[in-house]
Nanobody
Framework: QVQLVESGGGLVQAGGSLRLSCAAS????????MGWFRQAPGKEREFVAS????????YYVDSVKGRFTISRDNAKNTVYLQMNNVKPEDTAVYYCAASGKWYSATYSAGGEYDYWGKGTLVTVSS
């Protein structure tokens, strides 16, 4: 089992920045690809970003490219999502997730993930 706890959400003005963290415990963190997903009110869950086990590759949904950065610190068992130049449409509950799947092109499908956190709410005001 892997336990994931997100933090860092809150209220931010459009154009501002926020950094989300996800602390993992349980099994060896570096064995898992990590991802961030989000779900806005009334919408389906959406892939945001993923990062490979060593952190050498990252993937993003087009709407956040150039604004969000995913990173990880395997020594601290933590994955981060740096959110810059946020927009009202970024408002959502953000979830981190861990995937033990050996290979995927982008790890962008929710079904590829084995463990999920409970989420942290990000609200962007205009």
């Amino acid at each position: 089992q892997v336990q994931l706890v997100e933090s860092g959400g809150g209220l931010v003005q459009a154009g501002g920045s926020l950094r989300l963290s996800c602390a993992a415990s349980g099994r060896t963190f570096s064995n898992y690809v990590m991802g961030w997903f989000r779900q806005a009110p009334g919408k389906e869950r959406e892939f945001v970003a993923s990062i490979t086990r060593s952190g050498d590759r990252t993937y993003y949904v087009d709407s956040v490219k150039g604004r969000f950065t995913i990173s990880r610190d395997n020594a601290k068992n933590t994955v981060y999502l740096q959110m810059n130049n946020v927009k009202p449409e970024d408002t959502a509950v953000y979830y981190c997730a861990a995937s033990g799947k050996w290979y995927s092109a982008t790890y962008s499908a929710g079904g590829e993930y084995d463990y999920w956190g409970k989420g942290t709410l990000v609200t962007v005001s205009s």
